[in-house]
């Protein structure tokens, strides 16, 4: 069987390389008309007599004797991982761990990575995780594990190393853009529980749903939320923060369904790879928005991936949001395991994938609508501007006004459910914005 699937570090098991289906489609058996059409080009009989000398050159002359096997896997897996960051060949060893992964726990930290430039560079750090908690950020590139450089390691190499008994420490030397100097932070590997999907009311009328990863629950917790949220609230949302910052994806169904919640019609994504297998169109369900259209505001940052991209650009193409924060971080491309028959396998990228608008999300990103970088709002303990007013004189007297009742209080501070989330504060702001147009509009 063949498996879509993204590279995780500790997100569920928490141990270094777990994978998860990402933008997929199961495959039952290979392509025979892409075998067959394979088999029918001519094989490159120079360049593979110059293999075979090399190999044979290494064998009978390099200073240690060296196994068949370790020269042959070396040679696929470098043949492989210089296709592109995400297609690797995994040895029955790795093969085995990240099946065995998916279904066990592990220790681990928290983190999606990818290689880059031959150092791990960090996509985005999972909520509630250790990596989470110690403050790595995404972007961040590990340049040493416990002391042993990253440089010269494959990916799984550095995520193994990454793997570990719950509880035990590991050290990680980071690189981090506008800081001078390396920083290392050690952290405690724990077995990685993901909540995927975290809700709140921000205020009377306005909800705020997190989706932390998609997972093949997801679509069901996101309604049990939204079910509770109206319940809060005792009706209809005026309106809804979906927060997608550092969400690094998932299932890719699980991003269809998000998307089909909130749309009544259109197109949310499309593949298109070489095989006819590939190619695939996923369309919102008519009628299918549970918030009846009310406004809502997407936030998404760098550490935004892969099926939280697909969501963000199905939502700002069929204009049903807006889209706010900072770009994301732009893995437009499909993933397929196959496994081999000597019980290794193979993950090859083998699609791209398509926002409604036909734009590729690879290597750009969905940018917002709205750019909004992360800032801290400082903690204000008065909501004014320092000066001495009417109100603070002892015994003024009191506003007896008509008007006074029913004023609506100013919004100077952030509230409490917001705290010193600025990006947040702002999605909120927004909401209220339209919602006020809207009454006024008569909508």
């Given at each position: 069987m063949r498996y879509a699937l993204i590279l995780f570090l500790g997100v569920f098991i928490g141990a270094g390389i777990t994978l998860e289906r990402d933008v997929q489609a199961d495959r039952s058996a290979p392509n025979t008309q892409s075998l067959t059409q394979q088999a029918a080009e001519p094989l490159p009989i120079q360049q593979l007599r110059t293999f075979t000398d090399v190999f044979a050159r290494i064998k009978s002359d390099y200073v240690e004797p060296e196994s068949d096997t370790k020269l042959i896997d070396n040679a696929i897996q470098g043949m492989v991982s210089s296709l592109d960051p995400h297609s690797a060949f995994l040895d029955r060893k790795a093969f085995r761990e990240m099946r065995i992964s998916t279904e066990g726990d592990f220790g681990g930290l928290g983190l999606q990575v990818t290689m880059i430039d031959g150092v791990v560079k960090v996509i985005s750090p999972i909520d509630g995780t250790p990596a989470a908690t110690a403050g790595i950020k995404p972007g961040d590139l590990i340049i040493q594990i416990d002391q042993k450089a990253v440089q010269g390691m494959s990916l799984e190499q550095a995520v193994d190393m990454m793997r570990g008994k719950p509880g035990s420490p590991i050290t990680l030397t980071i690189l981090r853009?506008?800081?001078?100097?390396?920083?290392?932070?050690?952290?405690?590997?724990?077995?990685?529980?993901?909540?995927?999907?975290?809700?709140?009311?921000?205020?009377?009328?306005?909800?705020?749903?997190?989706?932390?990863?998609?997972?093949?629950?997801?679509?069901?917790?996101?309604?049990?939320?939204?079910?509770?949220?109206?319940?809060?609230?005792?009706?209809?949302?005026?309106?809804?923060?979906?927060?997608?910052?550092?969400?690094?994806?998932?299932?890719?169904?699980?991003?269809?369904?998000?998307?089909?919640?909130?749309?009544?019609?259109?197109?949310?994504?499309?593949?298109?790879?070489?095989?006819?297998?590939?190619?695939?169109?996923?369309?919102?369900?008519?009628?299918?928005?549970?918030?009846?259209g009310a406004p809502m505001v997407v936030l998404v940052n760098g550490g935004s991936a892969s099926a939280s991209e697909i969501v963000a650009g199905a939502l700002q193409d069929n204009k049903r949001a807006i889209i706010?924060?900072?770009?994301?971080?732009?893995?437009?491309?499909?993933?397929?395991?196959?496994?081999?028959?000597?019980?290794?396998?193979?993950?090859?990228?083998?699609?791209?994938?398509?926002?409604?608008?036909?734009?590729?999300?690879?290597?750009?990103?969905?940018?917002?609508?709205?750019?909004?970088?992360?800032?801290?709002?400082p903690k204000i303990e008065k909501a004014n501007d320092g000066m001495l007013k009417e109100v603070d004189l002892e015994g003024h007297l009191k506003n007896t006004g008509p008007a006074a009742a029913n004023a609506p209080a100013a919004a100077a501070v952030p509230p409490d459910t917001v705290g010193s989330d600025y990006q947040l504060w702002e999605a909120l702001n927004l909401l209220r914005g339209i919602s006020v147009y809207r009454h006024e509009a008569g909508e």
């Open positions: 853009k506008g800081v001078n100097k390396p920083l290392k932070f050690t952290l405690k590997r724990a077995v990685i529980k993901i909540e995927s999907v975290k809700a709140r009311l921000l205020e009377p009328g306005y909800g705020y749903v997190r989706i932390a990863q998609f997972q093949a629950n997801t679509e069901d917790s996101l309604m049990n939320a939204l079910r509770t949220l109206r319940r809060q609230n005792k009706g209809r949302l005026k309106g809804l923060v979906l927060d997608l910052r550092n969400n690094p994806g998932g299932v890719l169904n699980a991003a269809v369904a998000v998307s089909n919640t909130f749309l009544n019609k259109g197109l949310i994504v499309y593949t298109k790879g070489r095989v006819p297998d590939s190619n695939m169109k996923f369309a919102a369900t008519p009628g299918g928005d549970v918030l009846h706010m924060g900072t770009k994301t971080f732009g893995k437009g491309s499909v993933q397929t395991i196959i496994p081999l028959s000597d019980g290794s396998a193979l993950r090859l990228t083998t699609a791209r994938y398509y926002t409604p608008d036909g734009n590729s999300i690879q290597d750009r990103g969905i940018t917002p609508n709205v750019v909004v970088d992360e800032m801290k709002i």
